[in-house]
């Protein structure tokens, strides 16, 4: 079993900037790819960031690419999302996931909640 705790969720101003984190146990970290995505009030889950298991690799929704930055720190078993210039659509429950198998995000977080104020 793996075990997902998001934190660094909170209320910023637009423009500003906050740093999630999600910190593993429970499993083998640094063997697994790890992502973000977010779900927004009344809204389906989507996609946000992604990261290879050695970080050699990221992905990003176009909606957040040049503004979020994602990175890992297996010594840590930690994944952390920079995100600046936010803006009031990025407002949602963030959540990560971890890929046990390669085919798909099979463990995910409770979420944090990013609210940004206009």
């Known amino acids: 079993q793996v075990q997902l705790v998001e934190s660094g969720g909170g209320l910023v101003q637009a423009g500003g900037s906050l740093r999630l984190s999600c910190a593993a146990s429970g499993r083998t970290f640094s063997t697994h790819d790890m992502s973000w995505f977010r779900q927004a009030p009344g809204k389906e889950r989507e996609f946000v960031a992604a990261i290879s298991w050695n970080g050699g690799t990221t992905y990003y929704d176009d909606s957040v690419k040049g503004r979020f930055t994602l990175s890992r720190d297996n010594a840590k078993n930690t994944v952390y999302l920079q995100m600046n210039m936010l803006k009031p659509e990025d407002t949602a429950v963030y959540f990560c996931?971890?890929?046990?198998?390669?085919?798909?995000?099979?463990?995910w977080g409770q979420g944090t909640q990013v609210t940004v104020s206009s």
């Open positions: 996931a971890l890929s046990s198998t390669g085919g798909e995000w099979d463990y």
